[in-house]
């Protein structure tokens, strides 16, 4: 009983932080299920169900708050839908696996502990370079069980794409599209998803709503943001060396 609470926690205020900043929260979910033993197997189809709750929650907000962008969008969309269902299609050995995790975890934590602010103005990407992103970042969301929007959102502010705001409207309907296509494509992992997850999906949900909420408007959540990028970076060595 006492672990179930657990989890429900974990994932209601890793719902909260990831939503606030337009993610899913797939690399906090799977941090908190390979620090609690959850088994591998069951992990990506978990992660990539809670990420749709929370990423469509997170997707209409931005988008009615104004922060959205259907031309920056399409193109990564267009790239990274058919990789991602691709990538939920290969079954990695359970050793690979969790070494791949541990990496993204790791990568995903230096992600999150950025300062998401900056200049709403933004330069025109190069076609190219979005669809050769896009494809990238689908194949690695249905491949581990994340949506991409932790590196994309990042990238999206360092190529000076988009504005904070704007980049995290457009991550939270990219990392629902590419959840919902990684799903699609280890849909017979579905059947192995564990009896409680409706309580965490309504944790998820939950925290989603509260999250993205104030991260649309005026939450800035980089400290907490930063001890979450902790535990990540704990989760992944776990992962990598244990």
């Known amino acids: 009983m006492e672990f179930s609470v657990l989890i429900v926690l974990a994932i209601f205020l890793v719902a909260i932080l990831y ?3 337009g993610h899913g929260g797939a690399s906090g979910y799977l941090a908190v299920m390979a620090l609690l033993a959850v088994a591998p197997e069951v992990t990506r189809p978990t992660a990539l169900t809670l990420n749709l709750f929370v990423a469509s929650i997170a997707t209409v907000q931005y988008y009615r708050a104004g922060h959205f962008s259907w031309r920056l969008f399409i193109p990564f969309a267009v790239a990274s ?4 269902y ?3 299609t290969i079954q990695l ?3 690979i696996y969790k070494i791949v995790l541990g990496v993204v975890l790791i990568l995903a934590a230096v992600g999150l502990a950025l300062r998401f602010d900056g200049d709403e103005e933004a330069n025109e990407p190069p076609i190219w370079l979005v669809l ?3 494809a990238v970042l689908g194949l690695l969301s249905g491949l581990v069980g994340v949506g991409g929007g932790i590196f994309l959102t990042p990238l999206l502010l360092l190529l000076h794409w988009a504005g904070a705001k704007k980049a995290a409207g457009v991550s939270a309907l990219f990392i629902f599209v590419n959840s919902a296509a990684g799903l699609a494509g280890a849909w017979p992992k579905m ?3 564990p009896a ?3 309580f965490w999906i309504a944790a998820a949900i939950v925290g989603g709503i509260i999250g993205s909420t104030l991260g649309a408007r005026r939450f800035d959540s980089l400290m907490l943001r930063r001890v979450l990028a902790l535990v990540l970076v704990f989760a992944g060595g776990k992962l990598i060396f244990v």
Do not use: D, R, W
Not at 81 to 84: C, F, Q
């Open 196 to 198: 409680e997850v409706y």
């Open 81 to 84: 839908i058919p990789m991602a």
């Open 19 to 21: 939503s606030s900043v």
């Open 93 to 95: 050995s359970t050793n």
């Open 191 to 193: 059947q192995q998803l």
């Open 132 to 134: 050769v992103i896009g």
């Open 86 to 88: 691709l990538g939920g």
